[in-house]
C-alpha cells in the first residue's frame, strides 16, 4: 500500500489509561514514517470524522504525546454514537469514505467497547464495497471488561484496583463508627449485564469477616428476602455490613432495580441509583442507619491510582494495532493472552472482528459462590493480577500532572457539511 495518513478514534465511556492506548497507536506511527504519514484523532470520536473535524497529531511534540501514557479522559474527546446499519443510513458511510478520501486516510483505529468493534466490523466491509478499502483494526478498551475472546480489557484493571482500594478505605472508616452510628455502607459501581467491577470489590476481603461482607452482581437475580436475611447475619456477626453493588442489578423478572426509562445514542437503558434504592430498602425493613456512594466516573478516571499491568497492556494493544494495520491485517482486535497467572504472565494475540462484535462476556457462574454473594477463590486467581503494580503520574504541589494537547485541527478539505 502506498504511504496514507491514518485516523484514530475514542468511542463510549473512556477510561483510565485510554490515552495510554491513543499513546501508543501514536508514537508506533511515528515509528513507521515510511508507511503511515500522518495521525489524526476524530474530534469527539468518530462525529469527527463524519463532521470533519479533524486533529493534527502531527503538531503535538513527542513530550505531549509521551505525556498521554499517564493522563485520564479521552485526549481528543469521545462519544456514544453508533453507525446505523448500511440499509437504514447509507448517507454516513459515503460521508466517512468521502472524508477518508479527502485526507488520504488508509488506516482506521477505533478504541473502545463492542459498539465500536462493530463500527470497525462494518467500516471494514463497507468501505471495501463502496471502492475505497480501509484497513481497519478495532483497539480494545472497557472498564465493563466484557469483550468476549481477550482475557481481559484495557481500562478494566484499573477499575479495580481503584474499587477495591475505595471499599477496603470505607470499610474500615464503618468499622470504627459502627457501635454508635453507620451500620451499613452500600458502594454502587459500573457494570450493566456483568459483574466483574463488583466482583473487583471482593478482593478487598481477604480473610474471613473482613468486607465488603456482601456483592450484588447483574448475573444473580436480586432476591429480597435472601438479601436482607444476609445483611442481618453480618451485622450479628460482626456489628457492621458493607455491600457492594452493580448498577445493573435485576429482579427476577430481569427488570434492573435502577432503570430510570431513558435510553444513551448506543440503545442502552441509562441506569444509576441502584446504591439508594439498596439502602432504603434496608432503612425501611430493618430499621438500619447507613451511608452510600456512587463510583461513577470517579472509579474510571482514576489515573492516580492505575494498574501497572493495565497501563502496559493498554499500550501493548495500542501498538500492536499499528503492527497490524501494517501487516494488512483488516477487521482485527489485538487480544491480551494469558499464559499463566502464577506466575502472572500474558502476551499479544489477534481475533477476528466478527467474533468480537456484538458479543458480551459474562462472569463464569463458578466465579461467584454459590449463595451468590461472592466471589470464589477461582474468580480471585482471575483477577489478582489485573491489579498488580503501581504506575503513579508525576506530581506537582501534592497533585497529579497531566496532559492537555493542543489538539491543533485539520484544515477542511469538503465543500458539504454533514449533521449528526
Same mark, same amino acid.
Given at each position: 500500500?502506498?504511504?496514507?495518513?491514518?485516523?484514530?478514534?475514542?468511542?463510549?465511556?473512556?477510561?483510565?489509561?485510554?490515552?495510554?492506548?491513543?499513546?501508543?497507536?501514536?508514537?508506533?506511527?511515528?515509528?513507521?514514517?515510511?508507511?503511515?504519514?500522518?495521525?489524526?484523532?476524530?474530534?469527539?470520536?468518530?462525529?469527527?470524522?463524519?463532521?470533519?473535524?479533524?486533529?493534527?497529531?502531527?503538531?503535538?511534540?513527542?513530550?505531549?504525546?509521551?505525556?498521554?501514557?499517564?493522563?485520564?479522559?479521552?485526549?481528543?474527546?469521545?462519544?456514544?454514537?453508533?453507525?446505523?446499519?448500511?440499509?437504514?443510513?447509507?448517507?454516513?458511510?459515503?460521508?466517512?469514505?468521502?472524508?477518508?478520501?479527502?485526507?488520504?486516510?488508509?488506516?482506521?483505529?477505533?478504541?473502545?467497547?463492542?459498539?465500536?468493534?462493530?463500527?470497525?466490523?462494518?467500516?471494514?466491509?463497507?468501505?471495501?464495497?463502496?471502492?475505497?478499502?480501509?484497513?481497519?483494526?478495532?483497539?480494545?478498551?472497557?472498564?465493563?471488561?466484557?469483550?468476549?475472546?481477550?482475557?481481559?480489557?484495557?481500562?478494566?484493571?484499573?477499575?479495580?484496583?481503584?474499587?477495591?482500594?475505595?471499599?477496603?478505605?470505607?470499610?474500615?472508616?464503618?468499622?470504627?463508627?459502627?457501635?454508635?452510628?453507620?451500620?451499613?455502607?452500600?458502594?454502587?459501581?459500573?457494570?450493566?449485564?456483568?459483574?466483574?467491577?463488583?466482583?473487583?470489590?471482593?478482593?478487598?476481603?481477604?480473610?474471613?469477616?473482613?468486607?465488603?461482607?456482601?456483592?450484588?452482581?447483574?448475573?444473580?437475580?436480586?432476591?429480597?428476602?435472601?438479601?436482607?436475611?444476609?445483611?442481618?447475619?453480618?451485622?450479628?456477626?460482626?456489628?457492621?455490613?458493607?455491600?457492594?453493588?452493580?448498577?445493573?442489578?435485576?429482579?427476577?423478572?430481569?427488570?434492573?432495580?435502577?432503570?430510570?426509562?431513558?435510553?444513551?445514542?448506543?440503545?442502552?437503558?441509562?441506569?444509576?441509583?441502584?446504591?439508594?434504592?439498596?439502602?432504603?430498602?434496608?432503612?425501611?425493613?430493618?430499621?438500619? %442507619?447507613?451511608?452510600?456512594? =456512587? /463510583? &461513577?466516573?470517579?472509579?474510571? !478516571?482514576? *489515573?492516580?491510582?492505575?494498574?501497572?499491568? @493495565?497501563?502496559?497492556?493498554?499500550?501493548?494493544?495500542?501498538?500492536?494495532?499499528?503492527?497490524?494495520?501494517?501487516?494488512?491485517?483488516?477487521?482485527?482486535?489485538?487480544?491480551?493472552?494469558?499464559?499463566?497467572?502464577?506466575?502472572? %504472565?500474558?502476551?499479544?494475540? =489477534? /481475533? &477476528?472482528?466478527?467474533?468480537? !462484535?456484538? *458479543?458480551?462476556?459474562?462472569?463464569?457462574? @463458578?466465579?461467584?459462590?454459590?449463595?451468590?454473594?461472592?466471589?470464589?477463590?477461582?474468580?480471585?486467581?482471575?483477577?489478582?493480577?489485573?491489579?498488580?503494580?503501581?504506575?503513579?503520574?508525576?506530581?506537582?504541589?501534592?497533585?497529579?500532572?497531566?496532559?492537555?494537547?493542543?489538539?491543533?485541527?485539520?484544515?477542511?478539505?469538503?465543500?458539504?457539511?454533514?449533521?449528526?
Amino acid at each position: 500500500m502506498a504511504k496514507m495518513n491514518a485516523f484514530y478514534a475514542q468511542s463510549g465511556g473512556v477510561t483510565a489509561v485510554i490515552n495510554t492506548s491513543a499513546c501508543a497507536v501514536i508514537e508506533t506511527a511515528r515509528k513507521h514514517k515510511d508507511k503511515i504519514g500522518k495521525v489524526y484523532a476524530g474530534r469527539d470520536g468518530i462525529i469527527g470524522a463524519l463532521t470533519e473535524d479533524l486533529i493534527d497529531t502531527s503538531k503535538e511534540p513527542a513530550s505531549n504525546i509521551a505525556g498521554l501514557r499517564h493522563t485520564p479522559g479521552g485526549a481528543f474527546g469521545s462519544c456514544r454514537y453508533k453507525l446505523k446499519s448500511l440499509e437504514e443510513d447509507r448517507a454516513q458511510y459515503e460521508r466517512l469514505i468521502e472524508v477518508f478520501k479527502a485526507h488520504n486516510i488508509g488506516y482506521f483505529f477505533y478504541n473502545g467497547g463492542g459498539d465500536s468493534a462493530d463500527t470497525c466490523l462494518k467500516v471494514s466491509q463497507l468501505s471495501e464495497q463502496m471502492g475505497y478499502p480501509i484497513v481497519c483494526v478495532h483497539v480494545p478498551k472497557t472498564v465493563d471488561n466484557d469483550l468476549p475472546i481477550t482475557d481481559c480489557c484495557p481500562g478494566f484493571g484499573s477499575v479495580a484496583k481503584y474499587v477495591a482500594t475505595s471499599i477496603r478505605e470505607a470499610g474500615y472508616d464503618v468499622a470504627s463508627m459502627a457501635k454508635t452510628s453507620t451500620r451499613v455502607f452500600v458502594l454502587e459501581v459500573m457494570g450493566r449485564h456483568a459483574g466483574w467491577i463488583t466482583a473487583a470489590c471482593g478482593l478487598a476481603s481477604e480473610k474471613e469477616g473482613e468486607p465488603p461482607h456482601i456483592l450484588l452482581f447483574p448475573e444473580i437475580a436480586f432476591d429480597e428476602d435472601k438479601f436482607l436475611a444476609r445483611v442481618e447475619e453480618t451485622i450479628k456477626r460482626h456489628g457492621y455490613c458493607v455491600i457492594g453493588v452493580s448498577e445493573g442489578l435485576r429482579n427476577k423478572e430481569g427488570k434492573f432495580l435502577s432503570e430510570q426509562g431513558l435510553r444513551d445514542a448506543f440503545g442502552h437503558a441509562q441506569l444509576g441509583g441502584v446504591a439508594p434504592l439498596i439502602a432504603n430498602l434496608l432503612r425501611e425493613r430493618l430499621k438500619l %442507619k447507613y451511608h452510600w456512594a =456512587v /463510583a &461513577d466516573y470517579l472509579q474510571r !478516571a482514576a *489515573r492516580h491510582i492505575a494498574s501497572k499491568t @493495565d497501563v502496559a497492556q493498554a499500550y501493548a494493544v495500542g501498538k500492536a494495532a499499528v503492527e497490524l494495520a501494517l501487516k494488512g491485517k483488516n477487521a482485527v482486535m489485538p487480544t491480551i493472552v494469558r499464559k499463566s497467572s502464577r506466575p502472572y %504472565k500474558w502476551t499479544i494475540g =489477534v /481475533a &477476528d472482528l466478527k467474533d468480537v !462484535a456484538n *458479543r458480551e462476556k459474562m462472569m463464569p457462574r @463458578d466465579y461467584i459462590t454459590e449463595d451468590g454473594f461472592h466471589i470464589t477463590a477461582k474468580c480471585r486467581t482471575y483477577l489478582q493480577p489485573l491489579i498488580q503494580g503501581e504506575d503513579y503520574p508525576p506530581y506537582k504541589n501534592g497533585l497529579p500532572v497531566y496532559t492537555r494537547l493542543k489538539n491543533v485541527a485539520v484544515p477542511k478539505k469538503l465543500k458539504t457539511e454533514f449533521k449528526i
